[in-house]
Nanobody, 123 residues
Framework: QVQLVESGGGSVQAGGSLRLSCSAS????????MAWFRQAPEKEREIVAG????????YYAASVKGRFTISRDIAKNTVSLHMSNVKSEDTAVYYC????????????????WGQGTQVTVSS
């Protein structure tokens, strides 16, 4: 079992940057596919970016490709999401999630979740 804690959320102006971090405890992140999801009010939870257990596969949603970067620090057991050129539509609660199997793109496939961190983009 793994426990996930997100940090780094907050308010940012459109066009700015923000970095989210997900700290894991209990097991090494290399045991899991890891992803960042987000959920805006009255919308479904959607995947933003994901990285496979061995780091060989990285996925980005079309809406963030070229603006967001997912990375992990194996030594620190953390996964980060660097958000740049943010837009108002990026406003949401961002969640870190872990899946024991292959990297997946749908929320129900994930086994563990953090509590979420709010990101608000103002124009």
């Amino acid at each position: 079992q793994v426990q996930l804690v997100e940090s780094g959320g907050g308010s940012v102006q459109a066009g700015g940057s923000l970095r989210l971090s997900c700290s894991a405890s209990g097991r090494a992140l290399t045991s899991y596919g890891m992803a960042w999801f987000r959920q805006a009010p009255e919308k479904e939870r959607e995947i933003v970016a994901g990285i496979s257990r061995n780091g060989a596969t990285i996925y980005y949603a079309a809406s963030v490709k070229g603006r967001f970067t997912i990375s992990r620090d194996i030594a620190k057991n953390t996964v980060s999401l660097h958000m740049s050129n943010v837009k108002s539509e990026d406003t949401a609660v961002y969640y870190c999630a872990a899946v024991m199997g292959s990297l997946a793109t749908m929320a129900p496939e994930y086994d563990y979740w953090g509590q979420g961190t709010q990101v608000t983009v103002s124009s």
